[in-house]
């Protein structure tokens, strides 16, 4: 018997979600399976086989390599995964196709800017970093494209359009947003271990990466589009870079 479950987030698009009832386990076992094929070959990747981007001297080909493998492991599983498994249309319930409202677009705009503006003076002020933009100017245009929009907005539609939806079937909101959050600080796992090892550089990285992924977590159970965790990863990715240790 299947039960639809609704008003467990916003949905201006009024996508239902299906569970069986009584059986959550049946709803929750593809999804524990896709995560740990997911992190499995996203771990291959981001380390032994690491050496491909290695030997692609152009940053903007490298870029576009790392973006075409996002696109591959990354977006595409999740579409079949929802056009198969949940019998929806990907672009609806991955909230690719969902447009928040202006008043959901100003509280979301609202909260990102002072969750940035939180971070840049914890950084300045005790981390002893100063903001510059110098490292931003140099880059092509191509590669601010690639590595700024584009790859944020792949990694949103997984870990926020299907996750983060998927999660808030099966959880409470918060326990929903620290799991996808600690799946998001575990998919860089492999990548920080392997190339630098276990440093204080890492844990606080880490920490960083898993607060942000709590506010993209919220963006999106508010607004249930990925667009504005989108433009939270986008602006967050570029304070980062302009992040730099003062002199």
């Known amino acids: 018997m299947l039960a639809t479950r609704t008003g467990l987030w916003p949905d201006p698009q009024g996508t239902p979600v299906t569970i069986l009832k009584g059986a959550p386990w049946r709803f929750a076992a593809p999804l524990s399976v896709f995560v740990a094929v997911f992190l499995a070959l996203w771990s291959l990747r981001a380390t032994v086989f690491f050496t491909v981007d290695e030997q692609i001297a152009s940053p903007v080909w490298r870029a576009a390599y790392a973006d075409l493998l996002k696109l591959v492991v990354w977006v595409l599983p999740a579409a079949v995964f929802v056009a198969r498994l949940r019998k929806a249309s990907p672009a609806r319930y991955l909230g690719i196709s969902v447009a928040p409202g202006p008043r959901v677009w100003s509280l979301c705009l609202l909260v990102t800017a002072s969750f940035l503006m939180l971070v840049a003076i914890a950084e300045t002020s005790l981390g002893g970093k100063s903001i510059s933009a110098v490292g931003l100017r140099s880059l092509p245009a191509a590669l601010l ?52 090892g276990a440093t204080q550089a890492m844990a606080a990285n880490a920490i960083g990466v898993f607060l942000f992924s709590l506010l993209a977590c919220w963006l999106f159970a508010r607004s249930a589009s990925i667009w504005p965790p989108v433009v939270a990863h986008i602006a967050n990715n570029l304070l980062s870079t302009s992040l730099v240790t003062a002199a």
Do not use: D, T
């Not at 099966?170 to 920080?192: K, R």
């Open 145 to 196: 494209l690639l590595q700024f929009v584009l790859s944020p907005l792949l990694e949103e539609i997984l870990f926020r359009g299907l996750l983060m939806k998927e999660l808030l079937v099966l959880l409470p909101a918060w326990l929903a947003s620290g799991v996808n959050s600690l799946l998001f600080v575990a998919v860089h796992l492999p990548y920080w271990l392997y190339h630098g």
